[in-house]
C-alpha cells in the first residue's frame, strides 16, 4: 500500500497554525493602522516618549480630498500641533493636571480647548459651503418656534450685550447651527456666532449663560461674513465651551460641599 504525503500530514493542524498567524498579521496591521493619528506619542511637556509603541509607525496614505482640495497624506501630513500653550505643570510626575498661567478662554486651553483643524469651510456632498447665512438666499425660512432675529441677546450677568441679526444654516441637515448678532459698542464691535447649543431662546430674549458681558468682546470672530471655517467653528465653540468653567472664578471651586 503506498503512502501518499497528505495521508501522513495534518490539515487540521496546518489550518489552526495557518489562522494563528494570520490573526497576529491582522493584530499588527490593525495597530499600525490605528497610529495614523496621535503619533508619534508624546509626554506632557510635548517631549517624545519614552515608549512610543510597540510596532513602527505605519508608511504614509495619501488621500485625494473631494472638490479640489488637494491631498493628505498621513501619518506624517498631519496638522500642527499647538505648541508652547500658557501651562504648568502641578507635578514632576506625568498624568497631573496642567494649571493655565494666563486666561485659559482667550489662550484656548483646558475645557475651552481647540484643535488646530483646516481654515477653510465644510462643504457639503455637492461641494457647496455647509454652513450659509439666512440671509444669503431664500431657500429657508423658520416654519415654527420664535423667529430670534431682532431680539436682544442677555449675558450671564444679565446685561444686554447685542441683538440678534442673523441664523446660520446648515443645509444639508435642515438645522440652525448659529445665531449671528451683532454686539452693543459698550461690550465690543462686529458681529459674533453663538452655537444653538449654547444660547436659549426665553421670554423674548436670547440668553447665553455660559460667558459675562466683559468676555463678549474676545468671542473669536470670522475673516469673511459669508462663511465660517472648520477652524473658526471650534475656535467659537471651544470659547463659549469654557465659560461655563472659567468666566468665573467661582464655577472652578466645588458645587456639593
Not at 487540521?12 to 498579521?25: E, G, H, N, V
Not at 496621535?38 to 516618549?49: I, R, T
Not at 450659509?132 to 415654527?144: D, Y
Not at 468671542?219 to 469654557?242: H, M, N, W
Request: charged share 20%; with cysteine; glycine share 10%.
Amino acid at each position: 500500500m503506498v503512502e501518499t504525503f497528505w495521508g501522513e500530514f495534518d490539515l487540521a493542524s496546518l489550518t489552526l497554525w495557518l489562522f494563528l498567524f494570520f490573526f497576529i498579521a491582522l493584530v499588527i496591521y490593525i495597530q499600525r493602522e490605528n497610529m495614523r493619528e496621535g503619533y508619534p506619542l508624546e509626554d506632557d511637556e510635548g517631549n517624545k516618549s519614552s515608549n512610543p509603541s510597540l510596532f513602527p509607525q505605519p508608511d504614509d496614505k495619501t488621500f485625494k480630498l473631494p472638490h479640489g482640495r488637494g491631498k493628505i497624506s498621513v501619518p506624517s501630513g498631519q496638522n500642527l500641533e499647538r505648541i508652547n500653550l500658557p501651562l504648568e505643570k502641578t507635578n514632576v510626575a506625568n498624568g497631573y493636571p496642567l494649571e493655565p498661567t494666563g486666561d485659559p478662554m482667550i489662550d484656548g486651553i483646558g475645557p475651552a480647548a481647540w484643535a488646530s483643524r483646516r481654515d477653510v469651510p465644510e462643504l457639503d456632498g455637492h461641494g457647496h459651503n455647509k454652513l450659509v447665512p439666512m440671509s444669503s438666499g431664500e431657500n429657508f425660512l423658520v416654519s415654527a418656534g420664535r423667529d430670534p432675529r431682532g431680539l436682544p441677546v442677555i449675558s450671564a450677568d444679565n446685561k444686554v450685550v447685542g441683538e440678534v441679526t442673523d441664523m446660520w444654516i446648515d443645509g444639508s441637515e435642515q438645522l440652525v447651527r448659529y445665531f449671528e448678532f451683532k454686539l452693543h459698542d459698550d461690550w465690543g464691535s462686529g458681529t459674533r456666532l453663538v452655537p444653538t447649543t449654547q444660547a436659549r431662546i426665553w421670554s423674548g430674549k436670547v440668553l447665553i449663560a455660559s460667558i459675562f458681558a466683559q468676555q463678549f468682546a474676545h468671542i473669536p470672530s470670522q475673516t469673511s461674513s459669508a462663511q465660517v471655517t472648520l477652524l473658526e467653528e471650534d475656535k467659537i465653540c471651544a470659547y463659549y465651551g469654557g465659560g461655563h468653567l472659567y468666566a468665573d472664578s467661582r464655577r472652578q471651586e466645588p458645587q456639593i460641599g
